[in-house]
C-alpha cells in the first residue's frame, strides 16, 4: 500500500544539513575572521613596540638643544620602522602625528620627560582588516590598534671600554693662558692644586678658595658636551692633569701588547660608574710608555671599521654637515654602528691627586682611579701621537643607573615601559 505524501519523510536530512551549514558558516565566520583579527593585533603590537623602540633611540642620541628638529626625526623614525612591520600583510597606517614625546607614565625608572608613544592602526578608515565569512552578514571590514610606550633610561654598566681614563671637569679658577677665562674649563687648562715637586710637592699653591677644585656636579654632563672635540694625549702619572691627559690603563692583563689589543677589540670587563679600578680588580693604571700602542692601536681599529661599512665614518652635527677639524657641535657619526664609537672611563681628579700625594708609596705607579662617569666617544683620527675624538652616548648593558644624576650619565638604555 502507497505511503501518504504527506507522511513521507524523504528529503528531512538535506533540510537538517541546511541548517546546519547556516550555522558552521557563522561559527566560520567567528572562528576564522576573529583568528585573523587576534593575529593582526599581536602584529599591530610588534610593529608599535618596534617603531616605539626605534623612536626612543633617536630621541636618546638626540640634541635636546634643538627639539623641533629632533623632534621631526624620532617621528620620521618611528613611522618607517613601523610600516616595515607588515600587519596581516600590508603596512599598518602610521602617521608623524602618530608619534607624540611625552612626560613618561607615573614609577617609571628612566629620564622623566623622556618617553615616546607610538599608535600603529588597521581599522575603518585607516587600511581596515579584510574579512573573509563575515561578509556573509554584511561585516565588510574589521579593525585593530595597538600602542606602545619606550622611555630613555640612563644605565649603569658598560662593557668594550678602552683603556684610556680620562679626567672629569673640575672648577677652574686659575688660566695662565691668554685669553684668561677664570672659572670657565677649557680644552687648554691645566689642573692647578699643589705643588708638583720640590720641597713643597703636595702642598696647596694658595688659598684653597683660589684654587683649581673638582666638584663632580660640574663634570662633563649631558647634553652639552655632546660633540665635545677631545684631543687625547699618552699621561703617566708624573704628568700635570690636563683635558687631553689620559691614563694608560691595564684591562685582563699588563704590557703593550695587551693594551693596544684592548683599542683594537671588545673586551667584555664590565665597568660601572662608582668602580674603583685597581690592582685588587685587575684594572689598573698603566705605568708604561704607550705611545706606539696607542698608534698602531687607533689606527688597526680605524681600518677594520672602513673595511666593515665601506666608506669611512664621520661626525655629522646636528643640522647634516660634517664637522669641522677645530668644531665641537651636538649631532652624531653618520654609520651609527661603527666600531670606532667606544666607552672611556671618566675619573675622580681630587680622588686621584690625593692618592698621589698623600697615600701609600706607589712605587710601581699603579695609582687606583675612582669611575665618576663613563661617556662615549668617536674616534675620528690620530694626529701624531694624539687621539682626535668626539664626546657622546653610549649604550648601556645590565642594571639601570642609580646615584647618578641623569645630566651627568652619558650611558644609554631604552625600554619599553607601556
Not at 672648577?171 to 677665562?181: F, H, N, T, V
Given at each position: 500500500m502507497r505511503r501518504a505524501i504527506w507522511r513521507d519523510?524523504?528529503?528531512?536530512?538535506?533540510?537538517?544539513v541546511a541548517v546546519a551549514l547556516v550555522g558552521l558558516l557563522a561559527f566560520s565566520s567567528l572562528t576564522i575572521d576573529y583568528g585573523v583579527l587576534w593575529v593582526a593585533r599581536r602584529q599591530a603590537q610588534n610593529a608599535a613596540d618596534?617603531?616605539?623602540?626605534?623612536?626612543?633611540h633617536s630621541l636618546a642620541y638626540g640634541d635636546l638643544t634643538d627639539m623641533t628638529t629632533l623632534t621631526a626625526r624620532v617621528k620620521a623614525v618611528g613611522v618607517s620602522v613601523a610600516q616595515q612591520h607588515l600587519v596581516w600583510g600590508q603596512a599598518p597606517s602610521v602617521t608623524p602625528d602618530d608619534i607624540t614625546i611625552i612626560t613618561c607614565p607615573p614609577l617609571t625608572p628612566g629620564v622623566p620627560d623622556q618617553c615616546v608613544r607610538v599608535e600603529v592602526f588597521r581599522r575603518q578608515g585607516r587600511s581596515p582588516l579584510p574579512t573573509f565569512f563575515g561578509n556573509l552578514v554584511g561585516v565588510t571590514s574589521q579593525g585593530v590598534?595597538?600602542?606602545?610606550?619606550a622611555q630613555v633610561a640612563v644605565g649603569a654598566t658598560t662593557s668594550c671600554v678602552r683603556p684610556w681614563a680620562i679626567p672629569d671637569k673640575w672648577?677652574?679658577?686659575?688660566?695662565?693662558?691668554?685669553?684668561?677665562?677664570i672659572d670657565t674649563w677649557t680644552m687648554d687648562d691645566t689642573f692647578n692644586r699643589y705643588y708638583?715637586?720640590?720641597?713643597?710637592?703636595?702642598?696647596l699653591l694658595g688659598p684653597v678658595e683660589t684654587l683649581d677644585e673638582y666638584v663632580p656636579s660640574m663634570g662633563y654632563k649631558v647634553p652639552d658636551d655632546i660633540g665635545l672635540r677631545v684631543k687625547l694625549k699618552v699621561g703617566s702619572p708624573q704628568d700635570t692633569i690636563s683635558p687631553g691627559f689620559f691614563l694608560p690603563i691595564s684591562i685582563g692583563g699588563t704590557g703593550g701588547n695587551v693594551y693596544q689589543e684592548n683599542i683594537e677589540e671588545c673586551n667584555p670587563h664590565q665597568f660601572a660608574i662608582g668602580d674603583v679600578l685597581s690592582t685588587e680588580e685587575g684594572v689598573e693604571v698603566e705605568p708604561g710608555n704607550m705611545i706606539g700602542p696607542t698608534k698602531h692601536g687607533v689606527d688597526n681599529l680605524i681600518a677594520a671599521d672602513t673595511l666593515m661599512n665601506g666608506e669611512e665614518a664621520v661626525w655629522k652635527c646636528t643640522d647634516g654637515h660634517v664637522a669641522s677639524a677645530n668644531e665641537d657641535c651636538a649631532g652624531y657619526p653618520s654609520t651609527g654602528t661603527s666600531l670606532r664609537i667606544v666607552p672611556l672611563p671618566v675619573f675622580d681628579v681630587q680622588?686621584?691627586?690625593?692618592?698621589?700625594?698623600?697615600?701609600?708609596?706607589?712605587?710601581?705607579?699603579?695609582f687606583n682611579l675612582k669611575?665618576?662617569?663613563?661617556?662615549?666617544?668617536?674616534?675620528?683620527?690620530?694626529?701624531?701621537?694624539?687621539?682626535?675624538?668626539?664626546?657622546?652616548?653610549?649604550?648601556?648593558?645590565?642594571?639601570?643607573?642609580s646615584g647618578t644624576a641623569n645630566n651627568a650619565n652619558f650611558l644609554r638604555k631604552i625600554i619599553l615601559v607601556r
Open positions: 519523510d524523504r528529503g528531512a536530512v538535506l533540510v537538517h618596534a617603531a616605539a623602540l626605534a623612536a626612543a590598534q595597538a600602542t606602545a610606550t672648577l677652574d679658577r686659575i688660566d695662565d693662558d691668554a685669553p684668561k677665562d708638583e715637586s720640590g720641597a713643597l710637592k703636595g702642598e680622588a686621584y691627586l690625593d692618592e698621589k700625594y698623600f697615600g701609600e708609596d706607589k712605587t710601581t705607579g699603579r669611575i665618576t662617569r663613563l661617556v662615549g666617544f668617536f674616534i675620528e683620527r690620530m694626529q701624531g701621537n694624539d687621539v682626535i675624538g668626539r664626546v657622546t652616548y653610549y649604550p648601556a648593558n645590565g642594571t639601570l643607573g
